[in-house]
């Protein structure tokens, strides 16, 4: 069988990822309580679509990192109640998650975690600010996809690429953020990838799908702005390199096209 039909792909909002098979999923940076972000990013451009877990089906949900936008503590606190369900994170911020009320499964960098028809490993991502910030690794039957949550353009991609690649998809933020917060010298430098350092890293992952995630959702100038048409410049500088690039819209299912089988797959 092949990897659409054996495992779905579905984008959630903001920077949220799914991929499910079977009775089993994995959701990535999922958001669904804004009130946290009001003060900085603003609220939410329209209504958010629900991730509820149908009926009998687990849920184990990985963060990248601490940002609100990214780590939903009230929706984390619910899925690690839930018997048969988990959370994932990397290692130093475990604690953090524990003194808030979540329970979470630690992973070092590079460490392979198996459970179900999935495997997860973190690997290295940048945050603008300097915090604790990964890229997940998704393994199912016959698909590999990578997530990055809001990272900047860093030179770890080639090590990645090495290490882990190629991708079947990658999931890649294409906002280009500015920035302005207290604390924060203000400075012109994107705070997350623009439409085209995505499709450049894209190209160096070599993964057969590009999807844009964290974008058109929130924009609050002059303490958080999108860049111009980010949307279209991805897809035109995808089409320029040969990418194939998709941008679906908030709860819609992700098309993509497989490249390669997950190790150990069938």
Known sequence: ?????????????????EV???NVRVVVDALQNTADLAGFQGAPRRPMPGIEAPPGVRTHAFITHLHPDHYDRKLLAGIAADEGSSVGCHTPIVDVLAEAGVPAVPQELGERREFGPFATIPVASHDWRGDDQVAWIVEAPGLRVIHFGDTIWHGRWWQIARDHGP??????PIAGVLTRRDGFTPTNQPATLTPEQAVEA???????????IHYDLFNNPPYYTEQHDVRGRFLRA???RGIHAVAPDDG?????RPLVAAPGAA
Do not use: K, N, Q, Y
């Not at 991708?167 to 890649?172: C, I, R, S």
């Not at 819609?252 to 993509?256: A, D, G, K, L, S």
């Open 1 to 17: 069988m092949t990897a659409e039909r054996t495992v779905t792909l579905r984008r959630l909002a903001w920077a949220g990822v």
């Open 20 to 22: 499910r098979a079977g």
């Open 167 to 172: 991708f079947d998809v990658a999931f890649l």
């Open 202 to 212: 894209a190209v160096v992952l070599e993964a057969s799908t590009a999807c844009a």
């Open 238 to 240: 995808a089409h320029a």
């Open 252 to 256: 819609e299912p992700v098309p993509f």
